[in-house]
T-cell receptor, first 112, second 114 residues
């Protein structure tokens, strides 16, 4: 069975600073995908970034980038130049086939 | 493209009543997923459809839960004889045939069972 762990229940960062959210996962599969989703307060889940496990290059999307360490089964998210609108719950998730497993989330607060 | 929509957004019901939720996926998305999210937790997979076929069901989906997607477009999730433990956010997501690994989520239906 796949599991996803996020060890930081809550984090805060000053506006314009950089923050890194941690995620580790456990799978016996070789072919899988990893995701970070963002869920703002009272709003729907939004895809932030995705990574294909067979690609060594770390995915980036504007201010968001990941550090994918396949051997360590680690998939951290770095947010650069944090903005107030980044305040949200962030969920790390893994997908193998149709089995989508989410972590418990990290609540990020961006402080003015 | 209007995104995934869900109706209702909120539902309050008394224990023992039946409730039904609806999900409309993004047009031309052939896969549709249901998840349950309790407070402070990540979403948990319930079931998914490819077109009208229900291909996988989680053990979380007890006999009181049933999902349908009769014409391969919208889907309904029914909970019979609701219990207080059913109180949660029910999320729907869809994905396209071309990029099946990326799911787009709806706003959810928040169920409160009194």
């Amino acid at each position: 069975a796949q599991t996803v762990t996020q060890s930081q229940p809550e984090m805060s960062v000053q506006e314009a600073e950089t923050v890194t959210l941690s995620c580790t996962y456990d799978t016996s599969e070789n072919n899988y995908y990893l995701f970070w989703y963002k869920q703002p307060p009272s709003r729907q889940m939004i895809l932030v970034i995705r990574q294909e496990a067979y690609k060594q290059q770390n995915a980036t999307e504007n201010r968001f980038s990941v550090n994918f360490q396949k051997a360590a089964k680690s998939f951290s998210l770095k947010i650069s130049d944090s903005q107030l609108g980044d305040t949200a719950m962030y969920f790390c998730a893994s997908l193998y086939g149709q089995n989508f497993v989410f972590g418990p989330g990290t609540r990020l607060s961006v402080l003015p | 493209d209007t995104g995934v929509s869900q109706d209702p957004r909120h539902k309050i019901t008394k224990r023992g009543q039946n409730v039904t939720f609806r999900c409309d996926p993004i047009s031309e998305h052939n896969r549709l997923y249901w998840y349950r999210q309790t407070l402070g937790q990540g979403p948990e997979f319930l079931t998914y459809f490819q077109n009208e076929a229900q291909l996988e069901k989680s053990r979380l989906l007890s006999d009181r839960f049933s999902a349908e997607r009769p014409k391969g477009s919208f889907s309904t999730l029914e909970i019979q004889r609701t219990e207080q433990g059913d109180s949660a956010m029910y999320l729907c997501a869809s994905s396209s045939p071309e990029v099946t690994d990326t799911q787009y989520f709806g706003p959810g239906t928040r169920l409160t069972v009194l």
